[in-house]
């Protein structure tokens, strides 16, 4: 059965840094991408991070990666996913999610979510 176990988050205030990880069990032996999402009241669950199995990382926001804001980095062999956040603001705060999403061309094509981890960060 896949787990996905989110940790790290809390509650800090503005210009604070929290560190997210996903642990993700089992090892697939299909290539993946792992990612994190984030919902916030009244919006849409949105992309923030993905880190594929090459390392290929992509970012809803370069702009937060150029500014040292947000970084994701991945330990393929302890199969974590982290997202290191800097100097956040209030409009961070939501329900932190981890996807990992099959990419294998020869694998079914199948996602699987973590519960949630909540930041909330205050002014």
């Known amino acids: 059965q896949v787990q996905l176990k989110e940790s790290g988050g809390g509650s800090v205030q503005a210009g604070g840094s929290l560190r997210l990880s996903c642990a993700v069990s089992?090892?697939?032996?299909?290539?993946?991408?792992i990612a994190w999402f984030r919902q916030s009241p009244e919006k849409e669950r949105e992309f923030i991070a993905s880190v594929d199995g090459d390392g290929t990382t992509d970012y809803r926001d370069y702009k937060d990666f150029m500014e040292g804001r947000f970084t994701a980095s991945r330990d393929n062999a302890k199969n974590t996913l982290t997202l290191q956040m800097n100097n956040l603001s209030p409009e961070d705060s939501g329900m932190y999610y981890c996807r990992v999403l099959v990419t294998d061309p020869y694998c079914p094509s199948l996602e699987y979510w973590g519960e949630g981890t909540l930041v909330t960060i205050s002014s």
């Open positions: 089992p090892h697939f032996s299909c290539k993946i991408q």
